[in-house]
Structure formats: C-alpha cells, structure tokens
Antibody, heavy 120, light 111 residues
Framework: QLQLQESGPGLVKPSETLSLTCTVSGGSISSSRYYWGWIRQPPGKGLEWIASIYYTGSASYNPSLESRVTMSVDTSKNQFSLRLTSVTAADTAVYYC????????????WGQGTLVTVSS | QSVLTQPPSVSAAPGQKVTISCSGSSSNIGNNYVSWYQQLPGTAPKLLIYENNQRPSGIPDRFSGSKSGTSATLGITGLQTGDEADYYCGTWDISLSAARVFGTGTKVTVL
C-alpha cells in the first residue's frame, strides 16, 4: 500500500523559508505513470494546489506562488521536497503531499498533512 | 480565489440524495477531466471520483459523478451520517499554465 509522509518544521518565522519533505513508501517515485505534488489548506479554508513534479525533475507551479516556490525530487531516497521563501502569516496552513496519476488525472494518494504555522 | 465555484453547503436527511455542483469555464472543466474529493473532519482529502464519473476501487456506488459543458456534479444517494464532510471538485486550467485547481468546497450536513 502506497504511503506518503510529510516532514519538516511546524513553526517558521516570517520572511524565512518553509521547507518540507515528502517520503514515499510502498511504491517508486520514479514511475513514469505519476506526478508528485503539494497542496495546502489554510485553517478553515479550501484546498490550494502549490506545485507538482515529475521524477525527471520537471516541475510546474501555481502562478500565484511561482516566484517563491521550488520543488525538487530525490529518486535515490524516494522523496520530493518543497521550498517556499519569504513566508508570511498567510502561508500558515496544513501542507499535504500527494500523488497525481497520469491515468486517473487526479490526486489518488495523499499524506496525512502537516501543519505549518508562520509566526515570530 | 478559486476558478471553480461550489455551493457552500448542502444538507439532507439520512437515506436521501444530495447533489453538489461545480461550475467552471471552457479553460478548465469544459476541456479537462474532473475529479471529486471527500474530506472528513480532521483528515486528508480522499479521491472519490476521477475522470468525471469513475470510482476508485472501494468507493461505493452511492457516489456518482457527471459533467456537462463547463459544469460538473457529484451525487450522493442513500445519505449516511458518515458522509458528513467537505467535498471538493478538481481539474486543471489551461489558462493558468495548466495549474491544478480545486473548487471552493461544499459542506454536506446530514440532518
């Protein structure tokens, strides 16, 4: 059974960089059938797609966040990561990592999510 | 601000049916597959419907999806208390560099 697990600091100071890693187990991140993505959800609000990446390292970003976001993939560790720079309180959210299937054209597996709070 | 619009809430008694609409445009729903996600309180979203009307294994046939033009609909029949959750539609938008987009979300309440 595929599992995704987010990890990273739960508290980040304003203007600093948020860094999260998603570890994939039970399947290979190097499959040509999938993309890997990050989605966030501010407290009490809806879902917002942040970015997605293919195992080759080719990434796409939400235009509203593109200037601050970088995704990377480490196939040797079966992990992918997110960096979000110059964070503000508006970046406080639960961050989910998820798999996007090229066949199902949807996010079919999700991590449990990790709350990141931006505060001094 | 999402490009996909859903009603904030819908409700019905146990055993009844609810439908949730997802309204978009030709740059998103009109030309791409729609998926639906269920988010139970305090948990991660779960895929309910993909490719407009397909159910992943393990999803009961009480859940159905359809698409017409620039709108999509999720239907839930035989409503159960365990269906109380937030529901989101999703697709991608070719006018936003193929960005993945989600709907505004709908809270389903079982009366």
């Amino acid at each position: 059974q595929l599992q995704l697990q987010e990890s990273g600091p739960g508290l980040v100071k304003p203007s600093e960089t948020l860094s999260l890693t998603c570890t994939v187990s039970g399947g290979s991140i190097s499959s040509s059938r999938y993309y890997w993505g990050w989605i966030r959800q501010p407290p009490g609000k809806g879902l917002e797609w942040i970015a997605s990446i293919y195992y080759t390292g080719s990434a796409s970003y939400n235009p509203s966040l593109e200037s601050r976001v970088t995704m990377s993939v480490d196939t040797s560790k079966n992990q992918f990561s997110l960096r979000l720079t110059s964070v503000t309180a508006a970046d406080t959210a639960v961050y989910y990592c998820a798999r996007f299937g090229r066949g199902k054209w949807s996010f079919d597996y999700w991590g449990q999510g990790t709350l990141v709070t931006v505060s001094s | 601000q999402s490009v996909l619009t859903q009603p904030p809430s819908v409700s019905a008694a146990p055993g009844q049916k609810v439908t949730i609409s997802c309204s978009g445009s030709s740059s998103n729903i009109g030309n791409n597959y729609v998926s639906w996600y269920q988010q139970l309180p305090g948990t991660a979203p779960k895929l309910l419907i993909y490719e407009n009307n397909q159910r992943p294994s393990g999803i009961p046939d009480r859940f159905s999806g359809s698409k017409s033009g620039t709108s999509a609909t999720l239907g839930i029949t035989g409503l159960q208390t365990g269906d109380e959750a937030d529901y989101y539609c999703g697709t991608w938008d070719i006018s936003l560099s193929a960005a993945r987009v989600f709907g505004t979300g709908t809270k389903v309440t079982v009366l």
